[in-house]
Structures are given as structure tokens and as C-alpha cells.
């Protein structure tokens, strides 16, 4: 698959996974194999304002191939002051959210609520495509209440999209309910660009039946949460290294950001590698409310431990 200039040395893809895609995260994802990773989203009008906390989610890492930034906003002019800041320096292309369903996005007019807008939607793809020499994504749902896949892509595409993604989902159905393959489809019948399919891509089998909707990559989100692996194991490798890849996440994070807020931050990163191990509830408890690192660590080296063995 190739992308503008830049050649995917296969069809994966991290997801931009909102508090979880942190340049820990995707850096392990990219050593299994996702050819592209995503940054979490990102303000557009908090990048404007020099945001630190927005800074702060735009460090990258050398193990990552290829990176996008995702930026997201309502404003054209707005977001292609994003596209070019400095802060996106590092990164390799952009990438437009116009399919968050979270309400308080919503309600700003970003996210998906740019789908009941497609004139305004092309609006904003032409000028971040404009504003940067990198290539330029979106990724949209099915629609807002009901489908209109086909009318989304076309609009994407006039607006100079170099791809986009489809999570094969409407935002009225947020993440309830079986991913729509036929929709996906259907976005790949009348596409002149890549399309991406994204959406319930846990296992060999849920990504080979992307893959039967004939879409050019496939972006997978929550099945690589707690299993950064997965990437090799679609890729038909074997990962001996799993809980070495927890080690990395955690150096990486710890060079640089302060060990205190990373205790709170990593829970969340600890209680999924903590289910992908089959850890029994007193275990999950334990992380929940572990004081240090190195001792969710433990924890899970323990876990771990008895997954291997059994």
C-alpha cells in the first residue's frame, strides 16, 4: 500500500485510541508491526493556544515507521494552522476526525458532527490539505443517524483526502452492535482512494473478513489494547517477547513524562495487559490501586507468569 510518498510496508494500522495512544503504546504496536500509528486526537484551537497538555501528547518515538497526527476541529482555517505547527514537525501525515461520537465533542461541532455537514467537512480537508506537503487522512463512521457512506467518501475525496479510514459504525450507534462489513464495501466500490476499514478487527478471523470487504488496509483500535501483539500475529509471526513489550511501553513513557502521573495514567494500560492474561479479579484489584510502577509491574510479571504456563 502506498500513501502519497510513502511507501506501508503492510496493510496495519494503530488506531488513534483517545487516553490510550501514547508514544509508549504505539511505539511497541509499531515493533509488531503496524506500519502506521496514530496519535490520540488532538485540538486544533488547543494547539492555537499553545496548549501543554496537547504538546504533550505529540512526542513520537524512532521505532514508530510511519506516524499521522490526528487533529481534529470545526474551523477550516483553524485546523490548517494545525496541520503546519511545529509541534506536528515529527510526524509523516495528518489525520482529520470526523467520526469521534463522544458528546462533548459532538457537541462542539467536531468529531462526527462534521458528517451532517459534508460541504463544511470538504471545506476543512481542502485546507489542511493546502496548509501541508503531508499526506492528508480522515476518518469518518457510516454516517450520523443513518448510513450515507457513499455521499461521505465522495466529499472526502473532493476535499483532496490522500485516504480515509471507515469505522463501520454510525455515531448514533457509538461502539454497540456488529461493525457494518457491507457498508465498508460499499465505501470501497466508490472510492478512487484507499480506503481503510476499521472496526471489530480483534482475531485472524474478524480480519480476514475485513479484508473480504476488499479495503486497501485495515486499522485496528481496541483489539490491540492490553495486546500490542496482535499486529504479529496477523502478520503471521510469533511474539516470544510479551512481556518485554510492557517493559518497553513503560521505559519509553518514563522518558518523558514524570513518574507521578504516569502511576495514575499506566492503571488503565496495566488492567488491559492484565486481561489479555487472564488475571483473576483480585489480581486486576491489586493494579487498581498499586501506589508504583514497578509494583504493577510485579503484578503482572506474576500473571504473566501463570498465562505462559497455562
Known sequence: MKIGGLELENNLMLAPLAGMSDVGFR?????????????EMLSAQAMKHDSKKTADMTVT??????????????????????ASSPLLADFDGIDINMGCPAPKVVKNGDGSALLKNLSLAG???????????????????????NENIAQIVRACQEGGADFITVHGRT????????????????????ATVPI???????????????LATNVDGVMIGRGALGRPWIFS????????????????????????????????????????????FKAGGEAKRRLAISPSIDESLEILKEQFNHFEIF
Open 27 to 39: 511505539a511497541v504496536c509499531a515493533s509488531q508491526g503496524a506500519a502506521i500509528t496514530f496519535s
Open 61 to 82: 518515538n524512532p521505532d514508530e515507521k510511519i506516524k499521522f497526527a490526528q487533529i481534529f476541529g470545526h474551523e477550516a482555517q483553524v485546523m490548517a494552522q494545525a
Open 123 to 145: 471545506e476543512i480537508i481542502s485546507a489542511v490539505k493546502n496548509a501541508t506537503k503531508k499526506p492528508v487522512s480522515v476518518k469518518v463512521r457510516l454516517g450520523f443517524q
Open 171 to 190: 455515531r448514533e450507534q457509538g461502539y454497540a452492535g456488529k461493525v457494518n462489513l457491507e457498508a465498508i464495501a460499499l465505501a470501497k466500490s466508490v
Open 196 to 210: 481503510v476499514g476499521n472496526g471489530d478487527v480483534v482475531d485472524l478471523q474478524s480480519f480476514q473478513n475485513m
Open 233 to 276: 500475529e496477523l502478520l503471521g509471526r510469533e511474539c516470544r517477547n510479551k512481556f518485554d513489550l510492557i517493559l518497553r511501553h513503560v521505559q519509553i513513557l518514563r522518558e518523558h513524562y514524570p513518574e507521578k502521573w504516569l502511576v495514575l495514567y499506566l492503571r488503565k494500560h496495566f488492567l488491559s495487559y492484565a486481561a489479555a
